[in-house]
């Protein structure tokens, strides 16, 4: 069994933060699950252009609003506490919160704990990170 607090993993290496959003990674790969489970806020006012081209992933917004575009579609999607969004087709899209965004993430494949996002939206592929 796994038990982790949120305040722990918030003080710790498995705390990530890059430009516009900070995540907790209270799952990784090592842990043995076949995901990794993150607790990530995405800042108010930024607009983050993401492409998981090595990676499909749930959002659950547990806190805030905003939108999602998806950039395939042509479509755009509220974000509002209660909205799950996933990208099951490795979806192109942009977040743009309207205020601080608090969601429950998860990713598979999982993620080994120290990814930002590339030039091209995306985390690298595990076979990049041991290159």
């Given at each position: 069994?796994?038990?982790?607090?949120?305040?722990?993993?918030?003080?710790?290496?498995?705390?990530?933060?890059?430009?516009?959003?900070?995540?907790a990674?209270?799952?990784?790969?090592?842990?043995?699950?076949?995901?990794?489970?993150?607790?990530?806020?995405?800042?108010?006012?930024?607009?983050?252009?993401?492409?998981?081209?090595?990676?499909?992933?749930?959002?659950?917004?547990?806190?805030?609003?905003?939108?999602?575009?998806?950039?395939?579609?042509?479509?755009?999607?509220?974000l509002?506490?209660?909205?799950?969004?996933?990208?099951?087709?490795?979806?192109?899209?942009?977040v743009?919160?309207?205020?601080?965004?608090?969601?429950?993430?998860?990713?598979?494949?999982?993620?080994?704990?120290?990814?930002?996002?590339?030039?091209?939206?995306?985390?690298?592929?595990?076979?990049?990170?041991?290159?």
């Amino acid at each position: 069994m796994i038990v982790r607090k949120l305040q722990d993993i918030r003080k710790s290496d498995r705390n990530v933060k890059s430009n516009g959003w900070e995540s907790a990674r209270l799952l990784l790969k090592d842990d043995g699950m076949g995901f990794s489970f993150h607790v990530t806020t995405m800042f108010a006012g930024e607009e983050l252009h993401m492409h998981y081209q090595n990676h499909l992933e749930a959002v659950l917004v547990l806190k805030g609003n905003g939108t999602i575009e998806d950039l395939g579609a042509g479509v755009t999607h509220e974000l509002a506490p209660g909205v799950m969004y996933a990208l099951n087709a490795h979806d192109k899209h942009i977040v743009r919160p309207e205020t601080d965004i608090l969601c429950a993430c998860v990713f598979n494949p999982p993620v080994t704990g120290r990814e930002v996002h590339d030039e091209n939206g995306a985390y690298p592929a595990e076979a990049a990170l041991t290159d």
